[in-house]
């Protein structure tokens, strides 16, 4: 195969962002669990619950130290291989990614004091309030990166004259049309996913037969978060189906294969494409897509005939748009029938088919995830900045991008094996029976 640098440094940007997406999630994700674990205990003077807090924050220490190793890796990817785009974007830019750097640090600096403050105050409320800071750094840094995707997809902010930028408004660049909708779906579904996570764990330490109430609280309050935040982000993502239809009307017609402007427009699941554009053995709602876009089953919805060939997204979004309705409806019927399950079971234990289900769900969530973000990255091609810059505008002309990607992939492998052998070993050593007696929780006895 012929060289080409805009593929490699494709590649490698897909690499590491989807590698990186991992850690950013669980980064956002869990101090909002590990908040809610200590203040419940608190609140109902529960020891199981703060103990929750204490081992989910050592577990969430190591996977930061993870994720800033990538996040860095993705700054300086940004400027190696998208040279051009950092160019004529990096002034508009600059402002978010300043303002991620110091909500990094307060995160940081305030993780490192309630690390090594357990037990070191009086009233317990005054350490639960150092995870306040956290939790907000954690989010903006969130909030500040997703403003700059938001940005590449509806660039608002500045002019471009003979290929230079000029006058630039930093904040309407990161308030831009794409930042509400964005920004909320990335947080309400970074929660979601860190709270079945969680619940995951739980549900297979049931399974394995360590039937102590320990994990049958922890079960039972990620469970909860996680059917909350379920719904919050499938509400979000209508409204993000919404802001498709007005902003990126392309995007949208090939999610859906809608290739004819049209009112009373149908939704497309399944199928196949013939060479006509015709689509085959789908299974079609009829009015939904016009509902999507507008709230209007008359709603008229644009095809793709109307915009040029070479600027179609790729039509095998359509499957990963597919894949995440489909998955986010088994994640909040998941929470549901958790909240039901005395119904179904006739008592407060969840079944074990259910604990399955839960199980299933911890990895599922995080590969919606995935599939979300290839689903943005994708919708958004053939640009890099939408209406100003292509990507094959953006990328290097450098011969070493192909050895940069091996190096990179080895990288990722050797973090991805020393998380889970180092996360692995840590709650080996502190095992949760172990540790109750420890702290006065358990008073003896045999392991459970």
């Keep these: 195969m012929q060289y080409d640098p805009v593929f490699f440094s494709r590649m490698l940007t897909e690499l590491t962002l ?11 994700g869990v101090p909002v669990m590990i908040a809610l674990a200590e203040w ?43 040279p051009s785009f950092m160019k004529i974007a990096g002034q508009a830019i600059a402002l978010p990614l300043f303002l991620e750097t110091f909500a990094f640090f307060i995160e940081a ?45 509806t660039p608002r902010g500045f002019t471009l004259e003979n290929g230079v930028i000029k006058n630039l408004q930093p904040l309407v660049a990161m308030f831009n049309p794409a930042t509400p909708s964005k920004v909320s779906h990335v947080l309400a579904s970074s929660y979601t996913t860190c709270a079945l996570i969680l619940a995951a764990i739980a549900a297979w330490q049931l399974l394995r037969g360590k039937d102590h109430v320990y994990h ?15 719904i919050s982000t499938a509400a979000i993502g209508d409204l993000s189906g919404k802001f498709l239809a ?6 949208l017609a090939a999610a859906e294969w809608h ?16 060479e006509n554009n015709e689509v085959k053995y789908g299974i079609s709602i009829p009015y939904m897509l016009s509902v ?30 597919n894949l995440k309705i489909a998955s986010g409806m088994f994640l909040v019927l998941v929470g549901l029938l958790y909240l039901f399950r005395r119904r179904l079971s006739r008592t407060l234990e969840a079944p074990r ?8 769900a911890g990895p599922l969530a995080m590969l919606t995830i995935e599939v979300g973000w290839f689903f943005a990255e994708l919708g958004r091609q053939p640009w890099i900045l939408r209406g100003f810059m292509k990507v094959s505008d953006a990328a290097t002309t450098s011969d070493h991008v192909d050895m940069m990607l091996v190096l990179f992939c080895f990288l990722y492998l050797l973090l991805g094996f020393t998380v889970v052998r180092v996360l692995g070993k840590l709650f080996r050593k502190h095992d949760v029976f172990e540790e109750m007696i420890m702290l006065g929780i358990e008073k003896g006895g045999r392991r459970p």
């Design 353 to 360: 088919w259910l604990l399955r289900m839960i199980v299933v």
């Design 246 to 251: 007005k902003y990126q009307p392309e995007k």
């Design 259 to 274: 290739f004819e402007t049209e009112t009373h427009a149908p939704l497309i699941l399944g199928g196949a494409l013939d």
């Design 292 to 321: 999507l876009a507008h709230n209007d089953p008359g709603g008229k919805v644009i095809g793709l005939n109307d915009f040029p060939k070479d600027e179609w997204p790729p039509l095998v979004i359509h499957y990963l748009f």
């Design 109 to 153: 600096i305030f993780l490192g004091i309630y690390l090594y403050t357990w037990d070191r105050f009086k009233k317990k409320t005054t350490h639960l309030l150092l995870m306040i800071p956290i939790v907000i750094g954690s989010s903006a840094s969130a909030f500040f990166i997703t403003t700059l995707n938001a940005f590449m997809n």
């Design 216 to 230: 049958k609280k922890a079960l039972k309050l990620t469970m909860t978060a996680a059917f909350v935040f379920a």
């Design 40 to 82: 419940r205990g608190i609140r109902t003077n529960d020891p199981h619950y703060l103990l929750l807090a204490r081992r989910w924050t050592r577990g969430f220490v190591i996977t930061v130290a993870v994720g800033v190793v990538t996040g860095t890796a993705i700054g300086l990817q940004l400027s190696l291989l998208w």
């Design 18 to 28: 989807s590698f990186h997406i991992i850690f950013a999630t669980i980064g956002v």
